[in-house]
C-alpha cells in the first residue's frame, strides 16, 4: 500500500471519516454517510475518490452490499472491527541475549503469526512489527514469557524507554530500558533478580521501541 501521505487531501479526508466511522459504530459508512459526513456535494464524487483508492490498495469494495467497505492494512488483508494486524516477525530475549528476531520457539507463538493492534497506535506511529518474548528479564515491567511487544522501528531512544537492542560485536539482540551514561550504554531488565547489560555506546544499535505489550493468558 502506498504511504498514507501520497493521498490527496480529499481522499484523506474520507479515509480518516470511514476509519472514525468504524470506530465509533463498528461498521463501514455507506456512500452517502461519507457524502453527509465529508460534505461532498454528491454521491459520484465520492464513488470517483473510492474507486482510485481502490484501485492503490487503501480499501476493497463490494458493490452488491450497501455497506460494503473494506478497509486494508499494510499486508492487503481488511482490517478487522476496526483494528490493524501487525506480523509477528521472530522472537526477542527478555533475559540473555539471542541472536537477533529469532524464529526459534516461533512455533509457540505459531498462532500469533499476525496480531491485531489498535488503529490509533498505528495512526501514532506508522510502520509496526511485533515479537514474541522469551525470557522474564521484564517482568516488573508487566512483560512475561510468552507476551507479544509491539515494535515501532527506530533507530534512536530516550533514557527509560523499552527497546530492541542490537550488540553487534555480540550479533545478539535483547529486550530492555534504555539508559545513555557517558560513553556506555546501560541496558536496564526489569527483573530484581537480574544484572544490566553495560555495553560501549558504539557496540549497541537500537533497532525498535516498544508501543504496546499483547499479554497471554
Same mark, same amino acid.
Given at each position: 500500500?502506498?504511504?498514507?501521505?501520497?493521498?490527496?487531501?480529499?481522499?484523506?479526508?474520507?479515509?480518516?471519516?470511514?476509519?472514525?466511522?468504524?470506530?465509533?459504530?463498528?461498521?463501514?459508512?455507506?456512500?452517502? &454517510?461519507?457524502?453527509?459526513?465529508?460534505?461532498?456535494?454528491?454521491?459520484?464524487?465520492?464513488?470517483?475518490?473510492?474507486?482510485?483508492?481502490?484501485?492503490?490498495?487503501? *480499501?476493497?469494495?463490494?458493490?452488491?452490499?450497501?455497506?460494503?467497505?473494506?478497509?486494508?492494512?499494510?499486508?492487503?488483508?481488511?482490517?478487522?472491527?476496526?483494528?490493524?494486524?501487525?506480523?509477528?516477525?521472530?522472537?526477542?530475549?527478555?533475559?540473555?541475549?539471542?541472536?537477533?528476531?529469532?524464529?526459534?520457539?516461533?512455533?509457540?507463538?505459531?498462532?500469533? &503469526?499476525?496480531?491485531?493492534?489498535?488503529?490509533?497506535?498505528?495512526?501514532?506511529?506508522?510502520?509496526?512489527?511485533?515479537?514474541?518474548?522469551?525470557?522474564?528479564?521484564?517482568?516488573?515491567? *508487566?512483560? &512475561? &514469557?510468552?507476551?507479544?511487544?509491539?515494535?515501532?522501528?527506530?533507530?534512536?531512544?530516550?533514557?527509560?524507554?523499552?527497546?530492541?537492542?542490537? *550488540?553487534?560485536?555480540?550479533?545478539?539482540?535483547?529486550?530492555?530500558?534504555?539508559?545513555?551514561?557517558?560513553?556506555?550504554?546501560?541496558?536496564?531488565?526489569?527483573?530484581?533478580?537480574?544484572?544490566?547489560?553495560?555495553?560501549?555506546?558504539?557496540?549497541?544499535?537500537?533497532?525498535?521501541?516498544?508501543?504496546?505489550? *499483547?499479554?497471554?493468558?
Amino acid at each position: 500500500m502506498p504511504p498514507k501521505n501520497s493521498l490527496r487531501p480529499r481522499q484523506q479526508q474520507i479515509l480518516e471519516f470511514i476509519e472514525q466511522f468504524l470506530d465509533e459504530n463498528g461498521l463501514p459508512p455507506t456512500v452517502r &454517510d461519507i457524502q453527509r459526513g465529508c460534505k461532498i456535494s454528491s454521491t459520484s464524487v465520492v464513488d470517483y475518490n473510492l474507486r482510485i483508492m481502490e484501485r492503490d490498495g487503501y *480499501l476493497k469494495r463490494r458493490s452488491e452490499v450497501a455497506r460494503g467497505i473494506e478497509l486494508l492494512d499494510e499486508t492487503g488483508q481488511p482490517v478487522v472491527n476496526g483494528s490493524v494486524r501487525v506480523q509477528i516477525v521472530g522472537s526477542i530475549a527478555a533475559g540473555e541475549p539471542i541472536p537477533a528476531f529469532s524464529t526459534e520457539g516461533a512455533a509457540s507463538a505459531a498462532e500469533f &503469526d499476525i496480531v491485531e493492534v489498535r488503529p490509533e497506535l498505528k495512526k501514532k506511529h506508522g510502520r509496526l512489527f511485533a515479537l514474541s518474548v522469551k525470557g522474564t528479564s521484564m517482568i516488573d515491567a *508487566l512483560i &512475561d &514469557d510468552g507476551d507479544v511487544v509491539v515494535i515501532k522501528p527506530t533507530s534512536t531512544a530516550r533514557n527509560g524507554e523499552m527497546v530492541v537492542a542490537w *550488540l553487534k560485536e555480540e550479533e545478539e539482540a535483547t529486550l530492555k530500558k534504555f539508559y545513555r551514561e557517558g560513553d556506555q550504554i546501560r541496558l536496564q531488565p526489569a527483573n530484581s533478580t537480574m544484572e544490566p547489560i553495560y555495553a560501549d555506546a558504539n557496540n549497541v544499535e537500537v533497532r525498535g521501541r516498544v508501543v504496546e505489550v *499483547l499479554r497471554q493468558f
